[in-house]
């Protein structure tokens, strides 16, 4: 029975979210003609519709945000993975803050409006298999955040957990970032829950899922700090604040 209702509330849902994607892309592409920054206005809106969109499903988004984050302000964002709805969901809540993305370059094809924004949208697609590629990309990128004072979000898991649990963390992205934009403070951010949406890999979605996201306190930058020490930090605030919420 509960397999049927998913399917019951799948249905809208992925039309939902398809004709969303379709109809932001002409918009995008007309908005990106103005400049970069009306695009991104267009992509966050885009985003935004998309936190709706999953209300079809009876997904449940509990979110807490610390108050020294202020709109309109660059951050490095270090965040752990558990979904390709994710994405959506952080630039759907920093809306103002315009998050980029480090990104596989095979996500830049055929994907209506996700494509266009990964290609022209200030991200960074990297190649996997070409690490001076995605070293580079990944310095410009963090150097042109600082520059515009813009968010970008890292997954130093480097992939997605499929179950939950975290998983290892690959510093080298993230310590690029903190190099090309050493003005930027890290914002440590936990999701949880979001994997089970894709628990059946891409469809039915389970209905009535609870997704958790926190995003903590903006840590501070100095020219004198470890790098690789305050990374641990956030990996460890991570993985208390999962742990919190699931002994909860």
């Given at each position: 029975m509960k397999r049927i209702i998913d399917w019951v509330f799948t249905v809208p849902f992925l039309i939902a979210f398809g004709l969303t994607l379709a109809i932001f892309e002409p918009i995008a592409r007309l908005a990106r003609l103005f400049g970069l920054r009306p695009m991104e206005i267009t992509m966050g809106v885009m985003q935004w519709v998309l936190l709706g969109v999953f209300r079809i499903c009876g997904t449940r988004l509990q979110v807490e945000r610390s108050p020294a984050i202020k709109p309109r302000t660059g951050y490095l964002i270090v965040s752990n993975h558990?979904?390709?709805?994710?994405?959506?969901?952080?630039?759907?809540?920093?809306?103002?803050?315009?998050?980029?993305?480090?990104?596989?370059?095979?996500?830049?094809?055929?994907?209506?409006?996700?494509?266009?924004?990964?290609?022209?949208?200030?991200?960074?697609?990297?190649?996997?298999?070409?690490?001076?590629?995605?070293?580079?990309?990944?310095?410009?990128?963090?150097?042109?955040?600082?520059?515009?004072?813009?968010?970008?979000?890292?997954?130093?898991?480097?992939?997605?957990?499929?179950?939950?649990?975290?998983?290892?963390?690959?510093?080298?992205?993230?310590?690029?970032?903190?190099?090309?934009?050493?003005?930027?403070?890290?914002?440590?951010?936990?999701?949880?829950?979001?994997?089970?949406?894709?628990?059946?890999?891409?469809?039915?979605?389970?209905?009535?899922?609870?997704?958790?996201?926190?995003?903590?306190?903006?840590?501070?930058?100095?020219?004198?700090?470890?790098?690789?020490a305050l990374l641990a930090v956030v990996k460890n605030e991570i993985e208390a604040t999962l742990e919190e919420w699931r002994a909860s």
């Amino acid at each position: 029975m509960k397999r049927i209702i998913d399917w019951v509330f799948t249905v809208p849902f992925l039309i939902a979210f398809g004709l969303t994607l379709a109809i932001f892309e002409p918009i995008a592409r007309l908005a990106r003609l103005f400049g970069l920054r009306p695009m991104e206005i267009t992509m966050g809106v885009m985003q935004w519709v998309l936190l709706g969109v999953f209300r079809i499903c009876g997904t449940r988004l509990q979110v807490e945000r610390s108050p020294a984050i202020k709109p309109r302000t660059g951050y490095l964002i270090v965040s752990n993975h558990q979904s390709l709805f994710d994405i959506p969901i952080v630039g759907g809540l920093l809306f103002s803050n315009y998050p980029k993305y480090v990104s596989k370059k095979e996500l830049g094809r055929w994907l209506p409006s996700i494509s266009f924004n990964l290609t022209h949208g200030g991200n960074a697609l990297i190649d996997r298999g070409d690490p001076e590629q995605a070293k580079q990309a990944i310095h410009e990128l963090g150097k042109a955040a600082q520059r515009r004072n813009v968010a970008v979000v890292i997954y130093p898991e480097g992939t997605r957990s499929r179950d939950g649990r975290l998983k290892r963390f690959k510093y080298g992205g993230a310590l690029e970032l903190m190099e090309a934009a050493p003005d930027l403070e890290v914002v440590p951010a936990t999701v949880d829950g979001s994997w089970e949406l894709l628990r059946y890999k891409a469809y039915p979605i389970p209905f009535g899922t609870s997704v958790r996201i926190r995003f903590g306190d903006p840590i501070p930058r100095r020219p004198d700090e470890d790098r690789r020490a305050l990374l641990a930090v956030v990996k460890n605030e991570i993985e208390a604040t999962l742990e919190e919420w699931r002994a909860s």
